[in-house]
Antibody, heavy 121, light 107 residues
Framework: QVRLVESGGGVVQPGTSLTLSCAAAGFNLESYAMSWVRQAPGKGLEWVAVLSHDAANKYQAGSLKGRFTISRDNSKNSVYLQMNGLTPEDTAVYFC??????????????WGQGTMVTVSS | SYALIQPPSVSVSPGQTATISCSGDKLGHNYVSWYQQRPGQSPLLLLHQDKQRLAGIPARFSGSNAGNTATLTITETQSVDEAEYYCQVWDSATAVVFGGGTKLTVL
C-alpha cells in the first residue's frame, strides 16, 4: 500500500528543537519532490518547505526565518524536518506530502496522516 | 509575498453546482492545484495543472484558470463533498502558496 507515515511529534517547551520524520511505504521516494505542510488547530494549510528529488533545490517559507530545515535520505526512503527555536505559534499538525514529480513546482498527490506538534510551557 | 484569496464559505443544495474561486495576481500565468480536506482527514489532491483530475477523482470535479481567477466547479454536488477546499500555486518569489481555504456546505 502506497503511503507516507510521519512520526516525531509531541509536546515540547518553547525554545527547544524537534525533528520530524516521514517514511514512505510502497514506493521509492527518491523519484519525487517532498514537502512539509502544517495546519494549526482550526486553521488552513500552511506550506513549510519543499525539497527536490535529489535535494538540489530546497525552498522554505520565509515566515519561518530559517528555523526549519528539510532534508531527505533516499537510502532510507525518508524525509525529515528539523525545527529549531520552537514557539507556541508552531503548534500544528505537520503533514508530509509527496510531489507529483521530481521537481519542486508541482502539486502534492500523496499526504501522510500528520503528526501533532504542541509547543507549550 | 504572493497571496491566494478564497471565499471563506460556499453553500450549495444537493444536486446543484458549486463553484469555488481562487484569486491571485496574474494567476492564469501559473498552474493551480486544488485539494479537498474532509474534517479530521489529510488533504486530497483533486486537480493539478488547473484541470487535470487525479486518478479516481470523479468527473464532477473540474477546474479552470484565466486572468486573475481560478475556479473549482463541482457539479451534481453530494453531501460527501462537504469539506474544506484549498487552491495552491507555485510562485517564483514565494515558492508554494496555499489559499486560505473554502468551507463547502451542502445544505
Amino acid at each position: 500500500q502506497v503511503r507516507l507515515v510521519e512520526s516525531g511529534g509531541g509536546v515540547v517547551q518553547p525554545g527547544t528543537s524537534l525533528t520530524l520524520s516521514c517514511a514512505a511505504a510502497g514506493f521509492n521516494l527518491e523519484s519525487y519532490a517532498m514537502s512539509w505542510v502544517r495546519q494549526a488547530p482550526g486553521k488552513g494549510l500552511e506550506w513549510v518547505a519543499v525539497l527536490s528529488h535529489d535535494a538540489a533545490n530546497k525552498y522554505q517559507a520565509g515566515s519561518l526565518k530559517g528555523r526549519f530545515t528539510i532534508s531527505r535520505d533516499n537510502s532510507k526512503n525518508s524525509v525529515y524536518l528539523q525545527m529549531n527555536g520552537l514557539t507556541p505559534e508552531d503548534t500544528a499538525v505537520y503533514f508530509c506530502a509527496k510531489g507529483i514529480g521530481r521537481g519542486v513546482l508541482g502539486a502534492f498527490d500523496l499526504w501522510g496522516q500528520g503528526t501533532m506538534v504542541t509547543v507549550s510551557s | 509575498s504572493y497571496a491566494l484569496i478564497q471565499p471563506p464559505s460556499v453553500s450549495v443544495s444537493p444536486g446543484q453546482t458549486a463553484t469555488i474561486s481562487c484569486s491571485g495576481d496574474k494567476l492564469g500565468h501559473n498552474y493551480v492545484s486544488w485539494y479537498q480536506q474532509r474534517p479530521g482527514q489529510s488533504p486530497l489532491l483533486l486537480l493539478h495543472q488547473d484541470k487535470q483530475r487525479l486518478a479516481g477523482i470523479p468527473a464532477r470535479f473540474s477546474g479552470s484558470n484565466a486572468g486573475n481567477t481560478a475556479t473549482l466547479t463541482i457539479t451534481e454536488t453530494q453531501s460527501v463533498d462537504e469539506a474544506e477546499y484549498y487552491c495552491q500555486v507555485w510562485d517564483s518569489a514565494t515558492a508554494v502558496v496555499f489559499g486560505g481555504g473554502t468551507k463547502l456546505t451542502v445544505l
